[in-house]
């Protein structure tokens, strides 16, 4: 998230934008990555469950990850030309839900969005907090097509380690008490 932990409004949506699937793209995405034969031959996926060519769930995701990413720069760049600092994100430490529940077919037009549903400060990480988020995609029917939950780290604008704590981030730099502590972790 380009925002500061600090700015983060639960349940906010953030529309990512949208994505036409072509046939072809499918097909070379399933090649690649996912080659299984209902995202890669017409003519046997039309005998599959799913009556035709369907995308692989990770195009799916792969996708909507990637128009997340586009739509947070976007919104970095938006802020420093306001004048504003943008928050620091960092990396995610996993996730907890991932769903398909209706094949995306070659010509679905599939929208996107981002929702931070809850955040709370770090345990192991002074300075940071996790924020709780969810990717959800609808076909051009209304029909949800893909879920993900995930947490993502944003970094506290306005954090001040205590004195315990730069006393202890000061004594884990030197050799002798860092290896230590190091072992006995």
């Known amino acids: 998230m380009t925002r500061w932990y600090e700015n983060i409004v639960l349940d906010e949506v953030f529309d990512l934008g949208q994505h036409t699937f072509g046939q072809n793209e499918i097909i070379r995405f399933a090649q690649a990555y996912d080659p299984q034969y209902f995202h890669l031959d ?4 039309t005998h599959s469950h799913f009556g035709g060519i369907v995308a692989s769930g990770w195009h799916t995701a792969a996708v909507g990850h990637g128009k997340m990413v586009d739509a947070l720069e976007a919104e970095e760049a938006k802020l420093r030309a306001q004048g504003e600092e943008p928050g620091v994100s960092g990396p ?3 996730g907890s839900k991932i769903e398909f529940p209706a094949p995306v077919r070659p010509g679905d037009t599939i929208r996107y969005a981002l929702t931070v549903y809850d955040k709370r400060l770090s345990n192991s990480l002074p300075g940071w907090g996790l924020l709780f988020n969810r990717i959800t995609a609808w076909n051009q029917h209304g029909k949800p097509v893909y879920l993900s939950e995930f947490v993502g780290f944003s970094k506290l604008r306005d954090y001040r380690p205590t004195l315990g704590t730069r006393v202890l981030l000061a004594l884990i730099k030197l050799p ?7 072992r006995r972790a």
């Open 42 to 45: 017409p003519s046997l996926a």
């Open 92 to 94: 995610s430490p996993g």
């Open 176 to 182: 002798l008490i860092g290896g230590w502590l190091k």
